[in-house]
């Protein structure tokens, strides 16, 4: 069976309620007969409640930014995974390098993370990927090979199926740089190769891995017709709905 490719909006700290509300208006009508591809947006905390409430009706899933791994607690500034459900929530990234390289969030973090994330049937978006010391220095599949491992700590086949994993290499973020089609399509091949490793064949050739690197409507055919990437993390090129819908209708 064909993995159903899932295009993903990281609006990272962008947007009011009011911006959240108008890029719908907009955005709904341009999607709404696409059936071809899942459709997810994550956006900042303070906008959840927004975002959610414009998605009812449509086929677009919303998800957090980050999540805690506590059920709860005195963690000031952090959201539990019971308050995302809460509100509607369904999806969440964890390891996305801004939170590795801001927040120190370790692979064990990640690990915790992740195993929160499937306990409470939310869908997790797991991010990996190297930066450009580590690329220049021909250590690309080991970095990624450690990042699997270290998230995948003590996850069972049986549990791993909602797993998502979207490779950005943090070279390509933000800096107009993007990985070509080839090396994207090879790094994925890669993650693939690892989680077959840890949790069998069947389980890693149905697990989806998106790329997310400045995804941009010209170059998102490209990306996503190599048969190893399977949906985009796309950061910038979201914001707007007609280069965000351009991207999803690829």
């Known amino acids: 069976m064909a993995r159903k490719k899932l295009i993903a909006a990281n609006w990272k700290m962008y947007k009011t309620p009011d911006e959240a509300k108008a890029f719908f208006a907009e955005f709904l009508p341009l999607v709404a007969a696409h059936t071809r591809d899942e459709i997810a947006i994550f956006p900042s905390p303070v906008l959840l409640p927004t975002v959610i409430d414009a998605a009812k009706g449509s086929k677009i899933s919303v998800g957090a930014q980050n999540i805690h791994f506590a059920d709860e607690g005195a963690y000031t500034g952090e959201t539990s995974i019971g308050q995302l459900k809460a509100i509607g929530g369904t999806h969440t990234l964890i390891g996305h390098s801004e939170r590795r390289q801001y927040f120190a969030e370790t692979d064990e973090i990640v690990n915790k993370k992740l195993h929160a994330a499937l306990k409470h049937c939310i869908v997790p978006i797991v991010c990996i990927g190297?930066?450009?010391?580590?690329?220049?220095?021909?250590?690309?599949?080991?970095?990624?090979?450690?990042?699997?491992?270290?998230?995948?700590?003590?996850?069972?086949?049986?549990?791993?199926?909602?797993?998502?994993?979207?490779?950005?290499?943090?070279?390509?973020?933000?800096?107009?740089?993007?990985a070509t089609p080839e090396m994207a399509a090879e790094a994925h091949a890669i993650v693939r190769a690892e989680v077959a490793k840890i949790l069998g064949a069947p389980v890693a050739n149905a697990m989806r891995i998106l790329y997310g690197g400045s995804v941009k409507p010209d170059n998102a055919s490209a990306l996503l017709n190599q048969a190893e990437i399977d949906g985009a993390l796309v950061g910038g090129a979201s914001l707007k709905a007609d280069s965000f819908k351009a991207i999803v209708t690829y």
């Open 130 to 178: 190297e930066v450009l010391e580590e690329r220049e220095a021909g250590k690309t599949a080991e970095v990624l090979k450690k990042q699997v491992t270290g998230a995948f700590a003590g996850i069972t086949p049986e549990a791993a199926a909602p797993i998502v994993i979207a490779y950005e290499p943090v070279w390509a973020i933000g800096t107009g740089k993007t």
